[in-house]
């Protein structure tokens, strides 16, 4: 276990953190053109975001993975690992963090938009200066939980040959035997990583709370 200790590591700084950074930021992009596209008036616009979500949240991840990574090269369209992965977790995120957003953008009180009308700004423009950062701090907990969450989705990423922590543990694994040993090492890993961002999540949400009037 003390041998595999750094390898694992290096699995996690160069792999699993990486690929959900990387998935995390542009799923938060997807998420909040999703939850406007919900927003709208527009009905077509409304319901193409709907069936999306739908969709993501209404299938597991793992099948989402594969038909990237194996469905689609029989259609002509080769993705590698890397790419396939941050594509698969994204677009997840997008979907669940999508209704986060959403619902912090409606828990906003309706005199807020009223407010902003009455000093002459536009709808774009009260949703940007003076929507959305009280929507932020209202959806800082639930899209934080996502972010752990998507950090031990990672894992399914090595049944794609991408190489994280997981794919790490199960490559030492199959040289020494030693599965039950490095899988548990694997998991105290993940383990102290959400631990981190938690501990993260909980200084940023105190920071948050000290604009808000009690």
Known sequence: MLDSLWPMLSGAIMGTIPLALASFAIGLVLALVLALMRL?????????ARVYISIVRGTPLLVQLFVIF???????????PWPS???A????VGGYAAEVIRAAILSVPKGQWEAA???GM???????????????RVSVPPLSNTFISLVKDTSLASLILVTELFRVAQEIAAFSREFMALYLEAALIYWVICLVLSSGQSVLEKRLDRYVAH
């Open 85 to 87: 992965a941050i594509l």
């Open 40 to 48: 709208s008036r527009r009905r077509w616009l409304s319901s193409i």
């Open 122 to 136: 536009s709808h774009q423009r009260s949703l940007t200066r003076i929507i959305l950062p009280q929507a932020a």
């Open 70 to 80: 194996y469905g689609l090269p029989p259609l002509g369209i080769v993705i590698d």
């Open 89 to 92: 977790f994204s677009i997840n």
């Open 117 to 119: 009308y009455m000093i």
